[in-house]
């Protein structure tokens, strides 16, 4: 994928092994990663792992050696279905689907370090949504993501046959907790700028 | 767990269940009155994250999550919930918020509000098989659903990881086949019933979702299978929604109606069809069922 | 602690270890033979297992004027006598309420686990012990509530029947 | 009134350079109950000693201190001294003014001050030490054996060689254990049932071994060189004593398709049946479950057919009560199975394998059955669903080991060796078959193990590949495998005609149960426990009682069959005397104090604690006691502690010299 990054020899050495930001996922994902032996378990079930450039038990061996860079420098993360098959099979208990999330989280904070540009547009359309109006409704989010993404035409066959479903509508009300939701995103970014959570 | 005590269930519905699975919410409701189960829905619900939110912001999806448990204690009874996504994303708060004290102090800063978690949250399917019991499912059928042979497909999230849902094993679970063989219908054992249909990519990266789909449509048709079961609208979309592309693409031919479990359970207990939502699918359903002498 | 005493510079507390003979005596010995130094204000007392220490003893030492007591032994798990260190925990745990209510400062009292191969770690818990002890001062308490009577002879108080029982 | 002598020794330098001895000995002089005190140079060399001999009888010294080194290391050397002089040895102490004063201080005064301290510590402590009479137990020089696998066969052969009666208890019908199912062995490709049957047969005509098949430890009572065994001999239905070994009802046996539990279950026996042909004893037993005649009461064709009237189908459990001095206890391996819920894991089994549904999913051992020339196929590598050669064969390694979500966090440590075996066996067989293993990585240290593990590789051509497996699910006649290989980084597919799982080893059925009637510990796996991991290998904490084999941890059949001789020798050396000595540092209890609570019998590690009857002249009971059994006591002196009502006592650290210690100060 990104040949510089990905081919370069790595150095270790305890200022490019990068602990902090280690810590920081151990914490969000509440798992070690030191438990991980390598087993390459999680990447035999991985739904997605053709998907990747790093296969799931290689993102794990990459925190390890604490170089996130290269994890974010890629699209593997982007494409883990969150379909828990490899926490729910790994021999130490490694959480890698929750580490997954952090991983996400934490490239999200680190603005614009990945690649991967469709999934994360649609996460935050799906969040933009819920903020303005309290729930999903599933036609604004497919229009938007199509107008952004600039594929206009995906889906088009679909879109009539499903409006002449009712599966699409058109028309939605906002919902009476609006004002709560709100709020809970403000605390949330408020706690973050204060340092009270990851 | 049966008892005579009259059932009611305050009612988790779902953003998708309001939207592109309104068949899945009617044949719910339906269902349940036939069966003479309490079902009141949970007043000015919001969404629950899904994936989305955890995939990036894990303390957002807790809230939200903590935020609908909340709002549902106001309601009498167990929370039912009936998309696998929600049901996934609710346990995982109890279970997550049960376990790590920091997080907890977060989310309930967030939410301004101590968090509730002793509330039990159930698919519809537990409330099936276990509250309403095997025997008295059995015993409400009207029309069995003597040999059609379904493929029941549980999706990740109804039973994964390890201790959080606890809804069956996680690797061999049975929930779902002895709901819908007690209303009198076969079941094919195939290979896929817990494979990812890719659902988190189905705005994003539909390619992806078509492979993956494609690979269960041809499990199931290879075991046998007149149809699919689902208790997911998500797993639906993909399955059925998408099922003519994908024969397109892979050049097969499927034709497999994909079903929500209260659909075939209301056709058993001899709900009217029209009452069930069948004209919503896009996988005409009728023929089969008509072959099969249900309709 | 005692801002009324007065405590001299040259004060030099007296210390009291109960170790057990195959874990930290022998890592005492260690540290002896390694020719390590620590405050020579500690004296050991030799048990075959911290399960044989009674928690009388303690009294009986702070009683006699030790300013802190060290009662050290096996690692959890690696117990000469398969579980005796265990069982030690557990009686202490339960005597740490009888050792405040007669007046001892937990603070003078330390637990610790020195292995036979530890002995640096007993120069560590030594030192600190004293060091901490002697910031805090003679230990007045015992001195002056001459608890003679209570502690002597049969060594049994209602107090201490009490704990007995919550073992 | 005491008269205390007190020897402070220099040790050269080591102690008189921090340390002012003559002050030290000025003080001790002046202690009360001393008579007499001196330093010397090197109290340990022999003129040392011979002043310390000389003075005891000069001075009619009742006590001893010597103020030296640490007693770790020359307590003996003085206590041997003074029991020279005609005192008994637990009346000398020694003051440790070395390892804990003058190598640990450089301050002379600090430390002159603190070896007065430990010397009159000391001093107060021996006045109240008392006579210790030595203790000794008499030795019964017969061993008991439980387990009749290559352990307990080696151990059973080693001890009753050297002269001495051997009980070799076995669960099953014969004896042979796993090692007896076993095809070829590693690394030299033996057969195994070539190396272990004369084994066997040795074990059956040795004249000191009785041997006990088919029989379980009921009861175990005593204590090192004294215990009381209870066997149970279960009802074989046949008496071994008229049984000729014929077979003939075998053969005219009418329940002809019962799975054989030796042939893992892929091979049928008859109801009355021996395991396996060369079976030690070659009696049949009855298996009253499957049999007809047990089952309705209708048949009795073996009966029948008996020329010399062996079987009896009213033959009942004995119990046997044997008098043994040592027992070795050597019970075994059994491999975990996928589709149980191991110990401590919330997982049942391994749902993604197939919870053990699949039938050509098979573990280590079935296949060593499958290979085994005598095994139920005569040596052909067959599928068991449907007699089919596999052509492709898949070996999946760490199976429930070193897995920590389903609770077995250990390393099997046989598999990487035998499925290296396997794969051999299998190219040797199945000439155009390709075998492939999944592994995280080979273990394989002991002697050409390594290169036995190469040689399949590079000669065999088995394919190994670095990655575990995800799943395996059945599609049409094969077994899917989704693995993944981690060096290319991609996932693989299998689709194979039969897969072998290298499953976990673990401790036999019932091994905790077993333990608790020893009185012996073990780990949370239920593997026992050796007394110390390097040095004490060999022996529980339990004295009498010695491991052999994998019932104390993962082994392979050189390192079994050596622990095997070394218990064989530790229990050789039990019985090179007449009568056991030991240090009298034992716990008594004071009767008329104790109130039969019985809270030092719980916290006692070794069941050294009985209960005892106290009765009046005409037999009433009147109450019942606490009694420490000197036997088994191993001195710890928890028990003395947790007494609420200190009425027991640990000789050599009673309450009287610890607080004399304590009030010295």
Redesign the interface.
């Known amino acids: 994928m990104d040949g510089p990054v990905k081919k370069k020899k790595m150095v270790i050495s305890q200022e490019t092994m990068d602990v902090d930001f280690v810590r920081k996922v151990e914490m969000l994902s509440d798992t070690s990663v030191r438990r991980c032996f390598q087993c390459g378990k999680c990447s035999a079930g991985c739904p997605m792992a053709t998907f990747m450039e790093h296969p799931p038990n290689r993102v794990v061996r990459l925190l390890q050696l604490g170089q996130w860079q290269r994890i974010l420098a890629g699209r593997s993360i982007w494409y883990c279905a969150s379909c828990e098959t490899c926490s729910t099979r790994c021999p130490n208990k490694v959480h890698l689907a929750s580490i997954m999330d952090a991983l996400r989280k934490l490239s999200w904070d680190a603005e614009g370090a990945s690649k991967e540009s469709y999934v994360q547009l649609a996460n935050k359309l799906f969040l933009q949504n819920i903020r303005s109006y309290g729930r999903q409704y599933e036609m604004r989010l497919a229009a938007v993501f199509n107008v952004k993404s600039g594929q206009f035409l995906k889906d088009l066959m679909l879109g009539p046959k499903l409006f002449a479903k009712g599966k699409l509508k058109m028309f939605h009300s906002k919902n009476k907790n609006m004002a709560e939701i709100e709020k809970i995103f403000g605390r949330i970014e408020e706690m973050r700028k204060n340092g009270e959570a990851l | 767990m049966t008892s005579d005590k009259a059932l009611t269930y305050a009612y988790f519905p779902g953003c998708s269940l309001h939207a592109s699975a309104g068949e899945y919410d009617l044949s719910t409701r339906e269902l349940f009155k036939a069966l003479e189960i309490g079902l009141t829905e949970v007043p000015d619900w919001f969404c629950c994250g899904a994936t989305p939110a955890h995939n990036v912001d894990e303390l957002l999806s807790l809230s939200l999550c903590a935020k609908n448990l909340e709002l549902a204690e106001a309601v009498e009874g167990d929370l039912a919930v009936a998309c696998a996504s929600c049901f996934s994303r609710l346990k995982f708060t109890q279970h997550t918020l049960g376990e790590n004290a920091t997080k907890r102090q977060q989310v309930e800063k967030a939410i301004d509000a101590p968090v509730k978690l002793e509330g039990n949250v159930k698919h519809l399917l537990e409330i099936l098989a276990r509250d309403l019991g095997l025997e008295r499912l059995a015993a409400s059928v009207q029309k069995p659903l003597s040999g059609l042979k379904v493929a029941c497909y549980y999706g990740c999230l109804l039973t994964r990881p390890t201790d959080v849902p606890n809804l069956d094993c996680v690797e061999a679970p049975t929930i779902m086949e002895q709901v819908i063989e007690s209303v009198g219908a076969e079941t094919v054992a195939w290979t896929h019933r817990l494979e990812c249909c890719g659902a988190n990519f189905t705005l994003s990266r539909p390619g992806v979702v078509i492979q993956l789909t494609n690979a269960i449509l041809d499990a199931a048709k290879a075991a046998g299978a007149d149809c699919i079961m689902v208790g997911c609208p998500l797993c639906h979309g993909n399955l059925d929604i998408r099922q003519k592309e994908i024969e397109g693409v892979f050049g097969a031919n499927y034709n497999l109606p994909v079903f929500y479990l209260t659909q075939l359970v209301g056709l058993a207990v001899g709900l009217d069809s029209a009452r069930l939502g069948l004209e919503a699918m896009i996988v005409n359903p009728l023929p089969l069922l008509k072959s099969k002498g249900f309709l | 602690m005692h801002p009324e005493k007065t405590i001299s510079s040259d004060f030099e507390p007296?210390v009291?270890a109960f170790v057990c003979?195959w874990c930290t005596?022998?890592g005492?010995?260690l540290?002896?033979?390694s020719?390590?130094?620590?405050p020579?204000n500690v004296?050991?007392?030799?048990?075959?297992?911290t399960?044989?220490?009674?928690?009388v003893?303690i009294l009986?030492?702070f009683q006699?004027?030790?300013d802190g007591v060290l009662v050290s032994g096996c690692h959890p798990g690696d117990c000469?006598?398969?579980?005796?260190n265990f069982?030690?925990r557990r009686?202490f745990a339960a005597f740490r309420k009888l050792l405040e209510f007669v007046g001892v400062d937990l603070q003078r009292l330390q637990f610790s686990w020195v292995s036979a191969a530890e002995g640096g770690k007993w120069?560590e818990v030594v030192t600190e012990l004293t060091e901490k002890v002697r910031a805090m001062g003679p230990m007045m308490e015992f001195k002056e509530l001459a608890l003679e009577e209570q502690w002597s002879g049969?060594?049994?108080s209602p107090e201490l029947?009490d704990a007995?029982?919550q073992? | 009134m005491s008269r205390i002598g007190v020897f402070i020794c220099h040790c050269g330098e080591n102690i008189s350079r921090t340390v002012d001895v003559e002050r030290v000995a000025a003080h001790a002089a002046a202690l009360p109950g001393v008579a007499y005190a001196t330093e010397y140079k090197y109290m340990c060399s022999d003129p040392g000693q011979t002043l310390l001999k000389k003075a005891i009888r000069e001075q009619r010294l009742t006590h001893v201190v010597v103020a030296a080194c640490s007693p770790r290391m020359h307590e003996r050397t003085f206590r041997k001294a003074v029991e020279a002089a005609g005192l008994n040895p637990y009346l000398c102490e020694m003051a440790n003014i070395r390892e804990h004063c003058s190598w640990v201080h450089e301050d002379r005064e600090q430390a002159t001050v603190k070896a007065c301290d430990i010397v009159g510590m000391m001093v107060e402590r021996t006045k109240k030490n008392r006579v210790l009479p030595t203790i000794t137990v008499p030795v019964t020089k017969r061993s008991l054996v439980i387990g009749g696998g290559i352990a307990g066969i080696q151990a059973a052969l080693d001890i009753a060689d050297s002269g001495h009666e051997v009980v070799l208890v076995e669960r099953e019908p014969s004896i042979g254990g796993h090692m007896a199912q076993l095809s070829e062995t590693f690394p030299t490709l033996d057969c195994s049932q070539c190396i272990m049957t004369p084994k066997m047969v040795d074990v059956a005509n040795h004249p000191k071994i009785t041997l006990y098949t088919y029989s379980e430890i009921e009861l175990v009572e005593g204590y090192i060189g004294n215990f009381q065994v209870t066997v149970r001999k279960r009802a074989r239905s046949v008496d071994e004593r008229t049984c000729t070994g014929c077979g003939v009802c075998m053969t005219k046996c009418p329940q002809k398709k019962i799975p054989n539990k030796f042939d893992q279950y892929i091979g049928m026996r008859t109801a009355i049946y021996v395991p396996f042909p060369q079976a030690v004893p070659n009696t049949p037993v009855i298996d009253r479950e499957n049999c007809t005649r047990f089952k309705t009461g209708k048949c009795g064709v073996c009966q029948k057919v008996c020329g010399p009237g062996a079987v009896d189908f009213e033959q009942q459990d004995t119990l046997i009560v044997e008098a043994v001095g040592a027992i070795v206890v050597a019970t075994g391996f059994d491999l975990y199975s996928i589709s149980e819920k191991p110990k401590g894991s919330p997982i049942k089994g391994y749902g993604e394998f197939g919870h053990g549904k699949i039938p050509d999913v098979i573990d280590g051992m079935t296949f060593e059955r499958l290979a085994s020339a005598s095994g139920p196929t005569g040596g052909k590598i067959v599928r068991p669903s449907d007699g089919r050669e596999p052509k492709q064969i898949v070996f999946i390694q760490c199976i429930g080991s070193r897995a920590r979500e389903k609770g077995i966090s250990y390393c099997s440590k046989v598999c990487c060796m035998y499925t290296a075996k396997h794969t051999m066996l299998y190219h040797h067989k199945v000439h155009d078959g390709q075998a492939y293993v999944f592994f995280m990585d080979a273990r394989t240290p002991g002697k050409s193990y390594d290169e036995f593990w190469r040689r399949s590789i590079e000669e065999e051509e088995a394919v190994y590949i670095r990655g575990m497996v995800s799943r395996l699910y059945q599609k049409g006649d094969k077994i899917v495998v989704m693995g993944s290989d981690i060096a290319v980084g991609v996932q693989v597919e299998i689709e194979a005609d039969m897969v072998v799982l290298a499953t976990a080893v673990q401790p036999q059925q019932g091994a905790d149960l077993l333990a608790q009637k020893l009185g012996i510990s073990y780990d949370k796996y239920n593997f026992y426990s050796e007394a110390h991991a390097k040095l004490r290998p060999v022996e529980c904490a339990t004295a009498g009682i010695f491991l052999a084999g994998a019932c104390q941890g993962p082994k392979d059949i050189p390192e079994t069959v050596s622990q095997a001789s070394a218990a064989a020798a530790k229990v050789m050396t039990l019985f090179s005397k007449e009568r056991l000595e030991r240090e009298p540092i034992v716990a008594r209890v004071r009767e008329v104090g104790c109130v039969g609570c019985f809270a030092c019998k719980k916290v006692c590690a070794y069941g050294a604690v009985e209960e005892k009857e106290i009765r009046d002249r005409q037999g009433n009971l009147l109450r019942v006691v606490a009694s420490v059994n000197p036997g088994v006591c191993a001195g710890c002196g928890t028990c003395q502690a947790t007494c609420p009502s200190k009425c027991v006592e640990l000789d050599g650290y009673t309450d009287e010299q610890i607080v004399a210690m304590i009030e010295a100060l």
């Open positions: 007296k009291i003979t005596y022998a005492a010995d540290a002896g033979t020719r390590m130094q620590y020579s004296r050991v007392l030799k048990f075959p297992c399960g044989r220490i009674d928690p003893f009986k030492a006699q004027g030790a000469h006598y398969i579980a005796g069982h030690a009686r120069v049969a060594m049994i029947q007995y029982r073992i």
